[in-house]
T-cell receptor, first 112, second 112 residues
Framework: QQQVKQSPQSLIVQKGGISIINCAYENTAFDYFPWYQQFPGKGPALLIAIRPDVSEKKEGRFTISFNKSAKQFSLHIMDSQPGDSATYFCAAADNYGQNFVFGPGTRLSVLP | EPEVTQTPSHQVTQMGQEVILRCVPI?????FYWYRQILGQKVEFLVSFYNNEISEKSEIFDDQFSVERPDGSNFTLKIRSTKLEDSAMYFCASSESSPEQFFGPGTRLTVL
């Protein structure tokens, strides 16, 4: 019940395209859902996060869509750029945020 | 912009040796965390620390692991007797208030 599933494992997108990464969870106690971006050799960097009281959150080219009933959330990267090439991790935590459960990651490659 | 720092960036040790990984969290943050990431795998929660005590720990965080905040700025992870399977990237994170966590660049631990 603590698992967070993530797909696809890898994604190749042309420059200017839309990248979509999906995650699903089971634990209904989770109520904080961040996305982290990780470049090789670096630590995960917080990209955007959402709580279940909203269905969508947008920050620049990054949008999280959240479906509480389906227990799914997704990251959309609009106008994808080669600089977006990285590994993206979704995560989930309860309101206390003590224990982040990470998805397995999606390696995104944006072709120039 | 304030950031979490970690030292060393790479630590090589012999199996059975003790290692101490160091972190300097963001200065006004109150919650501290350690995570590990085995090469190519997802980020896994180890332990959270608040008010000078462990608030939560995972199954990975067994008796070989300990954490300490020896002074007002450092947060350390000690592994008493390293095993080959302890080889991983270790990330420190901190947050001002849950759940938004900021990660450091990591320490790569190699156990020979």
């Amino acid at each position: 019940q603590q698992q967070v599933k993530q797909s696809p494992q890898s994604l190749i997108v042309q420059k200017g395209g839309i990248s979509i990464i999906n995650c699903a969870y089971e634990n209904t106690a989770f109520d904080y859902f961040p996305w982290y971006q990780q470049f090789p050799g670096k630590g995960p960097a917080l990209l955007i996060a959402i709580r279940p009281d909203v269905s969508e959150k947008k920050e620049g080219r990054f949008t999280i869509s959240f479906n509480k009933s389906a227990k799914q959330f997704s990251l959309h990267i609009m106008d994808s750029q080669p600089g977006d090439s990285a590994t993206y991790f979704c995560a989930a935590a309860d309101n206390y945020g003590q224990n982040f459960v990470f998805g397995p990651g999606t390696r995104l490659s944006v072709l120039p | 912009e304030p950031e979490v720092t970690q030292t060393p960036s790479h630590q090589v040790t012999q199996m059975g040796q003790e290692v101490i990984l160091r972190c300097v969290p963001i200065s006004n943050h109150l919650y501290f965390y350690w995570y590990r990431q085995i090469l190519g795998q997802k980020v896994e929660f180890l332990v959270s620390f608040y008010n000078n005590e462990i608030s939560e720990k995972s199954e990975i965080f067994d008796d070989q692991f300990s954490v300490e905040r020896p002074d007002g700025s450092n947060f350390t992870l000690k592994i008493r007797s390293t095993k080959l399977e302890d080889s991983a990237m270790y990330f420190c994170a901190s947050s001002e208030s849950s759940p938004e966590q900021f990660f450091g660049p990591g320490t790569r631990l190699t156990v020979l």
